[in-house]
């Protein structure tokens, strides 16, 4: 498959770069007649194509192939990552779809310093896509907001595995080794989590992490914490 890679909706045998995508494809790759591209739609599935046409505000595109995409993770895992101030949830979200995270959700919690609306909503799942452009996945996670911490406990439902990574814990209420099968992974933001809310999340089923005797900045928690469960879950052997 090329390494140009271009996320789009409804894929035909002809479709039409436009926008940032079109505006990327002309002006930063240059991208010209005859030049190799592969589509991407969300479904795990990857288009090899050819440019056909480049117009003045759109870039015409034949589809060649339709292949599966090989790099998806055959372990569902999500991310809940409380709103960080800066660039930091940017960060997060880039890595985490490096690591093969299926699904980002951003919460408010108690302790949370940082805001969220739809304008830095867009932006992280612009992010999403880019990192999963990057490293070549055929899926851009989503990434989704909760106002509030019990929505985005009650959002991973159904999960198998429910890890809190908690800072007060003196060790581990369970044991990460070998894990298997969807995961839900919570980890809060810069100013950690209240006894209530450990509480909260243990009666919607999640057990208690800790990350070591070290305390960790949030965004360091939360990479370090989904690479050990994608790597214990196979993802990166």
Do not use: W
Request: proline share 1%; aromatic share 8%; charged share 30%.
């Amino acid at each position: 498959m090329a390494r140009n890679r271009f996320f789009i909706d409804h894929i035909q045998e002809e479709v039409a770069l436009t926008g940032d995508e079109f505006r990327h494809a002309k002006n930063v790759l240059r991208l010209r007649e005859g030049s190799e591209l592969s589509l991407l739609d969300g479904s795990g599935a990857e288009y090899s194509a050819v440019v056909a046409k480049v117009e003045r505000d759109r870039m015409l595109v034949h589809v060649l192939e339709k292949k599966a995409g090989d790099r998806e993770p055959h372990t569902n895992v999500c991310l809940f990552i409380g709103a960080l101030k800066g660039d930091k949830t940017e960060l997060v979200v880039q890595k985490a779809v490096e690591l093969g995270a299926s699904k980002i959700g951003v919460f408010s919690s108690r302790y949370c310093a940082a805001y969220m609306n739809e304008n830095k909503l867009e932006r992280l799942n612009r992010v999403s896509r880019e990192a999963a452009k990057q490293c070549m996945r055929s899926v851009a996670p989503e990434v989704v907001y909760f106002e509030t911490f019990e929505e985005a406990l009650k959002s991973a439902n159904g999960y198998q595995n429910k890890l809190f990574a908690c800072e007060f814990l003196e060790k581990s209420e369970g044991d990460i080794k070998g894990i298997s099968g969807s995961v839900a992974l919570v980890v809060g933001s810069e100013g950690g989590f209240s006894e209530e809310e450990f509480a909260l999340a243990k009666s919607y089923g999640f057990t208690g992490v800790s990350l070591g005797k070290r305390i960790l900045r949030a965004e360091t928690a939360a990479i370090a914490l989904l690479s050990v469960v994608m790597y214990e879950a196979g993802e990166l052997r």
